[in-house]
Protein backbone atom coordinates (compact mmCIF):
# COMPACT_ATOMS: atom_id res chain seq x y z
CA UNK A 1 0.00 0.00 0.00
CA UNK A 2 1.24 3.03 -1.49
CA UNK A 3 5.30 1.59 -1.12
CA UNK A 4 4.61 -0.02 2.45
CA UNK A 5 4.12 -3.89 3.26
CA UNK A 6 4.76 -5.16 0.16
CA UNK A 7 3.86 -8.59 -0.11
CA UNK A 8 1.19 -10.78 0.79
CA UNK A 9 -1.26 -10.60 4.27
CA UNK A 10 -3.14 -13.23 5.95
CA UNK A 11 -5.11 -12.81 8.92
CA UNK A 12 -5.64 -16.12 11.59
CA UNK A 13 -8.95 -16.77 9.82
CA UNK A 14 -8.25 -16.07 5.80
CA UNK A 15 -11.48 -18.11 4.85
CA UNK A 16 -14.01 -16.78 7.52
CA UNK A 17 -16.58 -14.63 6.40
CA UNK A 18 -17.54 -11.27 7.91
CA UNK A 19 -21.00 -10.01 9.11
CA UNK A 20 -21.29 -6.41 9.90
CA UNK A 21 -23.63 -4.63 11.87
CA UNK A 22 -23.48 -0.87 12.10
CA UNK A 23 -24.24 0.92 15.41
CA UNK A 24 -22.39 4.39 15.44
CA UNK A 25 -23.19 7.82 14.13
CA UNK A 26 -20.86 10.25 13.19
CA UNK A 27 -22.32 13.29 15.09
CA UNK A 28 -24.10 11.03 17.96
CA UNK A 29 -22.09 8.70 19.06
CA UNK A 30 -23.32 4.77 20.01
CA UNK A 31 -26.68 4.15 20.79
CA UNK A 32 -27.14 1.33 23.81
CA UNK A 33 -30.08 0.41 21.95
CA UNK A 34 -28.42 0.11 18.06
CA UNK A 35 -25.66 -1.56 20.24
CA UNK A 36 -28.21 -4.21 21.67
CA UNK A 37 -29.64 -4.46 18.30
CA UNK A 38 -27.00 -5.63 16.77
CA UNK A 39 -25.90 -8.06 19.10
CA UNK A 40 -29.76 -9.76 18.67
CA UNK A 41 -29.04 -9.57 14.70
CA UNK A 42 -25.91 -10.86 14.56
CA UNK A 43 -26.69 -13.91 17.34
CA UNK A 44 -30.08 -14.55 14.84
CA UNK A 45 -27.81 -14.74 11.93
CA UNK A 46 -25.87 -17.16 13.36
CA UNK A 47 -22.58 -15.83 13.50
CA UNK A 48 -19.54 -17.59 15.58
CA UNK A 49 -17.74 -14.70 17.05
CA UNK A 50 -18.60 -11.14 17.66
CA UNK A 51 -15.35 -8.63 17.96
CA UNK A 52 -16.70 -4.77 19.64
CA UNK A 53 -14.75 -2.57 19.25
CA UNK A 54 -16.50 0.15 21.55
CA UNK A 55 -15.43 1.55 24.81
CA UNK A 56 -15.60 4.82 26.92
CA UNK A 57 -16.51 5.94 30.08
CA UNK A 58 -13.16 8.28 31.36
CA UNK A 59 -12.33 5.81 33.99
CA UNK A 60 -16.34 4.94 35.24
CA UNK A 61 -16.84 1.41 35.55
CA UNK A 62 -20.48 1.05 34.38
CA UNK A 63 -22.45 -2.00 36.84
CA UNK A 64 -22.98 -4.90 34.09
CA UNK A 65 -26.96 -4.30 34.42
CA UNK A 66 -26.63 -0.98 32.87
CA UNK A 67 -23.92 -1.74 30.44
CA UNK A 68 -25.39 -2.37 26.80
CA UNK A 69 -22.33 -4.20 25.94
CA UNK A 70 -22.18 -6.58 28.85
CA UNK A 71 -25.97 -7.07 28.49
CA UNK A 72 -25.76 -7.81 24.65
CA UNK A 73 -22.63 -10.13 25.28
CA UNK A 74 -24.42 -11.75 28.09
CA UNK A 75 -27.11 -13.12 25.74
CA UNK A 76 -24.97 -13.88 22.59
CA UNK A 77 -22.45 -15.94 24.64
CA UNK A 78 -25.08 -17.81 26.24
CA UNK A 79 -25.92 -19.13 22.59
CA UNK A 80 -22.30 -20.21 22.30
CA UNK A 81 -21.04 -16.95 20.52
CA UNK A 82 -17.23 -15.83 21.24
CA UNK A 83 -17.49 -11.69 22.17
CA UNK A 84 -14.19 -10.19 22.03
CA UNK A 85 -14.14 -6.15 23.29
CA UNK A 86 -11.45 -4.09 23.51
CA UNK A 87 -9.78 -2.71 26.25
CA UNK A 88 -10.04 0.78 25.86
CA UNK A 89 -7.49 3.61 24.81
CA UNK A 90 -6.76 4.73 28.27
CA UNK A 91 -3.52 4.09 31.09
CA UNK A 92 -1.93 2.71 32.50
CA UNK A 93 -3.29 4.67 35.43
CA UNK A 94 -6.06 3.13 37.71
CA UNK A 95 -10.30 2.46 36.29
CA UNK A 96 -8.76 2.76 32.56
CA UNK A 97 -9.64 -0.09 31.06
CA UNK A 98 -12.87 -0.81 29.54
CA UNK A 99 -15.29 -4.34 28.61
CA UNK A 100 -14.17 -5.98 32.13
CA UNK A 101 -17.32 -8.67 32.51
CA UNK A 102 -16.21 -11.90 32.82
CA UNK A 103 -18.07 -13.41 29.82
CA UNK A 104 -16.20 -11.27 27.39
CA UNK A 105 -12.56 -11.52 25.99
CA UNK A 106 -11.26 -8.31 26.41
CA UNK A 107 -8.25 -8.05 23.97
CA UNK A 108 -5.63 -4.80 24.31
CA UNK A 109 -4.00 -3.89 20.90
CA UNK A 110 -0.59 -5.52 20.06
CA UNK A 111 2.54 -4.73 17.47
CA UNK A 112 3.43 -6.54 14.77
CA UNK A 113 5.94 -7.99 13.25
CA UNK A 114 7.10 -5.55 11.22
CA UNK A 115 7.78 -1.61 11.63
CA UNK A 116 7.61 1.40 9.48
CA UNK A 117 11.14 3.68 10.95
CA UNK A 118 11.20 7.18 10.02
CA UNK A 119 14.25 9.60 12.03
CA UNK A 120 14.50 12.70 12.60
CA UNK A 121 17.67 14.10 11.92
CA UNK A 122 18.50 17.77 13.48
CA UNK A 123 21.11 20.07 12.93
CA UNK A 124 23.45 19.28 15.72
CA UNK A 125 23.82 15.82 14.34
CA UNK A 126 21.44 14.15 16.86
CA UNK A 127 18.45 11.49 15.46
CA UNK A 128 15.69 10.68 16.99
CA UNK A 129 13.27 7.89 16.22
CA UNK A 130 10.30 7.86 15.06
CA UNK A 131 7.69 5.84 12.65
CA UNK A 132 5.72 7.16 9.70
CA UNK A 133 3.42 5.61 6.45
CA UNK A 134 3.98 8.84 4.78
CA UNK A 135 4.28 8.11 1.20
CA UNK A 136 4.52 11.55 -0.76
CA UNK A 137 7.99 13.25 -1.72
CA UNK A 138 10.66 12.89 0.54
CA UNK A 139 12.45 15.75 2.16
CA UNK A 140 15.80 14.52 0.52
CA UNK A 141 17.79 15.13 3.56
CA UNK A 142 17.43 19.12 2.92
CA UNK A 143 17.32 20.71 6.40
CA UNK A 144 14.37 23.14 7.28
CA UNK A 145 13.90 25.43 10.11
CA UNK A 146 12.07 23.62 13.39
CA UNK A 147 9.59 25.25 15.06
CA UNK A 148 7.31 24.20 18.43
CA UNK A 149 4.16 26.71 18.20
CA UNK A 150 3.65 25.72 21.94
CA UNK A 151 6.31 27.94 23.02
CA UNK A 152 3.58 30.46 23.03
CA UNK A 153 1.97 28.76 26.23
CA UNK A 154 -1.27 28.41 24.16
CA UNK A 155 -2.61 24.78 24.18
CA UNK A 156 -4.54 25.06 20.89
CA UNK A 157 -1.34 25.99 19.29
CA UNK A 158 0.91 23.38 20.64
CA UNK A 159 -1.82 20.93 19.93
CA UNK A 160 -2.27 22.64 16.25
CA UNK A 161 -5.19 22.63 16.35
CA UNK A 162 -7.73 24.09 13.14
CA UNK A 163 -6.46 28.00 12.28
CA UNK A 164 -4.91 28.10 15.48
CA UNK A 165 -1.41 27.99 13.69
CA UNK A 166 0.44 31.42 12.72
CA UNK A 167 1.53 31.31 8.68
CA UNK A 168 4.16 33.69 9.51
CA UNK A 169 5.66 31.21 12.20
CA UNK A 170 5.36 27.75 10.39
CA UNK A 171 5.91 28.74 6.42
CA UNK A 172 8.64 26.45 4.73
CA UNK A 173 9.09 24.92 8.40
CA UNK A 174 8.71 21.68 9.92
CA UNK A 175 6.25 21.80 13.15
CA UNK A 176 6.53 20.26 15.87
CA UNK A 177 3.05 19.19 17.01
CA UNK A 178 1.60 17.57 20.40
CA UNK A 179 -0.62 14.94 19.93
CA UNK A 180 -4.55 15.07 21.59
CA UNK A 181 -7.61 16.72 20.84
CA UNK A 182 -7.57 16.38 17.06
CA UNK A 183 -6.63 13.41 15.12
CA UNK A 184 -3.05 12.94 14.33
CA UNK A 185 -3.31 13.34 10.55
CA UNK A 186 -5.84 16.58 11.02
CA UNK A 187 -2.67 18.38 12.82
CA UNK A 188 -0.44 17.46 9.83
CA UNK A 189 -3.28 19.05 7.58
CA UNK A 190 -3.05 22.25 9.31
CA UNK A 191 0.23 22.40 9.37
CA UNK A 192 0.34 22.19 5.74
CA UNK A 193 -2.74 24.78 5.62
CA UNK A 194 -0.26 27.45 7.02
CA UNK A 195 2.36 26.75 4.85
CA UNK A 196 4.74 24.01 7.29
CA UNK A 197 6.42 21.97 5.43
CA UNK A 198 6.75 19.30 7.41
CA UNK A 199 5.17 17.46 10.74
CA UNK A 200 6.76 16.09 13.61
CA UNK A 201 3.90 15.00 15.88
CA UNK A 202 5.28 14.34 19.55
CA UNK A 203 3.45 12.21 22.02
CA UNK A 204 2.11 13.77 26.03
CA UNK A 205 3.09 11.80 29.41
CA UNK A 206 0.10 9.81 28.40
CA UNK A 207 0.51 8.37 25.74
CA UNK A 208 4.03 7.81 26.29
CA UNK A 209 6.45 5.81 23.80
CA UNK A 210 4.06 4.24 21.87
CA UNK A 211 3.98 4.92 18.68
CA UNK A 212 1.06 4.86 15.63
CA UNK A 213 2.31 4.77 11.72
CA UNK A 214 -0.28 7.03 10.08
CA UNK A 215 -0.18 8.20 6.18
CA UNK A 216 0.22 11.25 6.59
CA UNK A 217 -0.60 14.40 4.15
CA UNK A 218 2.78 15.75 4.45
CA UNK A 219 6.52 14.67 5.31
CA UNK A 220 5.62 13.78 8.94
CA UNK A 221 6.20 11.27 11.36
CA UNK A 222 5.24 10.27 15.15
CA UNK A 223 7.86 10.53 17.90
CA UNK A 224 7.46 9.28 22.03
CA UNK A 225 7.09 11.33 24.84
CA UNK A 226 10.74 11.13 25.56
CA UNK A 227 12.24 12.57 22.36
CA UNK A 228 9.62 14.79 22.30
CA UNK A 229 10.89 16.37 24.89
CA UNK A 230 14.34 15.75 23.13
CA UNK A 231 13.30 18.38 20.08
CA UNK A 232 11.28 20.69 22.76
CA UNK A 233 14.83 20.92 24.33
CA UNK A 234 17.05 21.48 20.99
CA UNK A 235 14.07 24.37 19.65
CA UNK A 236 14.11 26.10 22.99
CA UNK A 237 18.44 25.77 23.50
CA UNK A 238 19.59 26.77 19.74
CA UNK A 239 19.13 30.25 17.70
CA UNK A 240 18.15 28.04 14.82
CA UNK A 241 17.07 24.98 15.14
CA UNK A 242 16.68 22.82 11.94
CA UNK A 243 15.79 19.32 11.20
CA UNK A 244 14.83 16.90 8.26
CA UNK A 245 12.82 13.53 8.52
CA UNK A 246 14.72 10.38 6.58
CA UNK A 247 11.79 7.73 5.71
CA UNK A 248 12.69 4.46 6.08
CA UNK A 249 10.31 2.11 4.31
CA UNK A 250 8.99 -1.06 5.98
CA UNK A 251 11.53 -3.11 8.48
CA UNK A 252 10.27 -6.84 8.84
CA UNK A 253 11.55 -9.54 11.06
CA UNK A 254 10.99 -7.51 14.50
CA UNK A 255 11.08 -9.14 17.61
CA UNK A 256 9.50 -9.78 19.84
CA UNK A 257 6.33 -9.59 18.52
CA UNK A 258 3.61 -9.12 19.60
CA UNK A 259 3.53 -6.79 22.10
CA UNK A 260 0.92 -4.94 24.16
CA UNK A 261 1.76 -0.96 23.18
CA UNK A 262 0.03 2.04 22.11
CA UNK A 263 -3.45 2.06 22.67
CA UNK A 264 -3.67 -0.05 25.42
CA UNK A 265 -1.20 0.55 28.03
CA UNK A 266 0.33 -1.73 30.59
CA UNK A 267 -0.29 -2.56 33.50
CA UNK A 268 -4.10 -2.67 33.07
CA UNK A 269 -6.13 -2.37 35.98
CA UNK A 270 -9.51 -3.09 36.47
CA UNK A 271 -12.62 -1.00 38.50
CA UNK A 272 -14.50 -4.34 38.56
CA UNK A 273 -14.89 -5.75 42.18
CA UNK A 274 -16.35 -8.91 41.17
CA UNK A 275 -15.85 -11.53 40.66
CA UNK A 276 -12.20 -11.86 41.94
CA UNK A 277 -9.69 -12.26 39.19
CA UNK A 278 -8.05 -15.03 41.30
CA UNK A 279 -11.97 -16.85 40.94
CA UNK A 280 -11.80 -17.14 37.13
CA UNK A 281 -9.53 -19.68 34.77
CA UNK A 282 -7.77 -16.57 33.34
CA UNK A 283 -4.65 -17.65 31.69
CA UNK A 284 -2.95 -14.38 33.37
CA UNK A 285 -2.68 -13.92 36.91
CA UNK A 286 -2.68 -10.69 38.79
CA UNK A 287 -2.24 -10.70 42.66
CA UNK A 288 -3.39 -7.05 44.08
CA UNK A 289 -2.26 -6.72 47.41
CA UNK A 290 -3.77 -4.11 50.05
CA UNK A 291 -0.93 -0.97 50.79
CA UNK A 292 -3.06 -0.75 54.27
CA UNK A 293 -1.22 -4.48 55.46
CA UNK A 294 2.25 -4.05 56.12
CA UNK A 295 3.33 -8.00 55.94
CA UNK A 296 4.10 -10.87 54.27
CA UNK A 297 1.26 -11.68 52.26
CA UNK A 298 0.32 -14.90 50.62
CA UNK A 299 -2.72 -15.38 47.62
CA UNK A 300 -3.32 -18.62 45.76
CA UNK A 301 -4.36 -19.53 42.49
CA UNK A 302 -5.92 -22.38 40.61
CA UNK A 303 -5.55 -23.27 37.72
CA UNK A 304 -6.93 -25.99 34.98
CA UNK A 305 -5.73 -26.19 31.43
CA UNK A 306 -6.71 -28.45 28.25
CA UNK A 307 -4.28 -30.73 26.81
CA UNK A 308 -4.83 -29.62 22.90
CA UNK A 309 -1.65 -31.93 21.57
CA UNK A 310 -0.15 -35.09 21.76
CA UNK A 311 -2.56 -37.32 24.01
CA UNK A 312 0.39 -38.67 26.16
CA UNK A 313 2.34 -35.30 26.63
CA UNK A 314 4.49 -34.11 29.84
CA UNK A 315 4.83 -30.12 30.36
CA UNK A 316 7.13 -28.96 32.90
CA UNK A 317 6.82 -25.45 34.67
CA UNK A 318 9.62 -22.56 34.73
CA UNK A 319 9.02 -19.71 37.24
CA UNK A 320 10.36 -16.10 36.48
CA UNK A 321 9.36 -14.48 39.83
CA UNK A 322 8.59 -10.84 39.87
CA UNK A 323 11.19 -8.67 41.77
CA UNK A 324 10.43 -9.01 45.53
CA UNK A 325 7.92 -11.81 45.63
CA UNK A 326 8.23 -15.27 45.64
CA UNK A 327 6.38 -17.54 42.84
CA UNK A 328 5.54 -21.30 43.98
CA UNK A 329 3.75 -23.83 41.54
CA UNK A 330 2.41 -27.25 42.71
CA UNK A 331 2.51 -29.76 40.94
CA UNK A 332 5.03 -28.31 38.59
CA UNK A 333 4.75 -30.97 36.55
CA UNK A 334 1.59 -31.85 34.25
CA UNK A 335 1.39 -35.41 32.65
CA UNK A 336 -1.83 -35.75 29.75
CA UNK A 337 -2.99 -39.01 28.57
CA UNK A 338 -5.61 -39.98 26.21
CA UNK A 339 -8.22 -40.44 29.01
CA UNK A 340 -6.44 -37.23 31.33
CA UNK A 341 -6.95 -34.10 29.07
CA UNK A 342 -7.50 -31.60 31.72
CA UNK A 343 -5.19 -30.69 35.05
CA UNK A 344 -5.49 -28.22 37.48
CA UNK A 345 -2.72 -26.42 39.38
CA UNK A 346 -2.46 -24.33 42.57
CA UNK A 347 -0.12 -21.00 41.88
CA UNK A 348 1.08 -19.14 45.48
CA UNK A 349 2.42 -15.93 45.07
CA UNK A 350 3.82 -14.53 48.47
CA UNK A 351 4.70 -10.99 48.33
CA UNK A 352 6.81 -8.46 51.10
CA UNK A 353 4.50 -5.63 51.02
CA UNK A 354 6.82 -3.85 53.10
CA UNK A 355 9.54 -3.69 51.24
CA UNK A 356 8.06 -4.33 47.58
CA UNK A 357 9.19 -1.39 44.63
CA UNK A 358 6.43 -1.71 42.22
CA UNK A 359 8.27 0.83 40.28
CA UNK A 360 6.95 3.82 37.74
CA UNK A 361 4.74 1.59 36.34
CA UNK A 362 2.61 0.56 39.90
CA UNK A 363 3.34 -3.45 39.41
CA UNK A 364 5.97 -5.96 38.96
CA UNK A 365 5.59 -8.67 36.29
CA UNK A 366 6.63 -12.28 36.11
CA UNK A 367 5.58 -15.31 33.75
CA UNK A 368 4.70 -19.58 34.31
CA UNK A 369 5.87 -21.42 31.39
CA UNK A 370 4.56 -24.76 30.68
CA UNK A 371 7.01 -26.65 28.25
CA UNK A 372 7.21 -30.20 26.67
CA UNK A 373 10.04 -29.63 25.24
CA UNK A 374 8.74 -28.44 21.92
CA UNK A 375 5.22 -26.25 22.76
CA UNK A 376 5.71 -23.26 25.63
CA UNK A 377 2.15 -21.66 27.26
CA UNK A 378 2.76 -18.75 28.84
CA UNK A 379 0.84 -17.32 31.72
CA UNK A 380 1.84 -13.64 32.72
CA UNK A 381 1.97 -12.83 36.45
CA UNK A 382 1.10 -9.27 37.46
CA UNK A 383 1.61 -8.04 40.99
CA UNK A 384 0.26 -5.40 42.32
CA UNK A 385 -1.03 -2.84 45.59
CA UNK A 386 -4.33 -0.67 45.85
CA UNK A 387 -5.19 1.64 48.46
CA UNK A 388 -8.51 0.05 50.11
CA UNK A 389 -11.98 2.02 48.92
Not at 166 to 178: E, F, Q, S
Not at 293 to 320: E, L, W
Not at 325 to 353: G, H, R
Request: with cysteine; charged share 15%; hydrophobic share 40%.
Amino acid sequence: MEGYADGIAKGVAPKARLAVYKVCWKQNGCFDSDILAAFDAAVADGVDVISISIGGGDGISTPYYLDPIAIGSYGAVSKGVVVSSSAGNDGPNGMSVMNLAPWLVTVGAGTIDRDFPADVILGNGHKVSGVSLFSGAPLKNQMYTLVYPGKSGVLSDSLCMENSLDPNLVRGKIVVCDRGSSARVAKGWVVKKAGGVGMILANGISSGEGLVADAHLLPACAVGSNEGETLKSYISSNTNPTATIDFKGTILGIKPAPVIQVITHSPAKCPAKKPLPENLNYPSITALYSTSSAKTQSKTFIRTVTNVGQPNSVYRATIVSPNGVTVAVKPAKLAFTEAVKKQSFIVTVTADTRNMVLGDSGAVFGSISWSDGKHVVRSPIVVTQMDPL
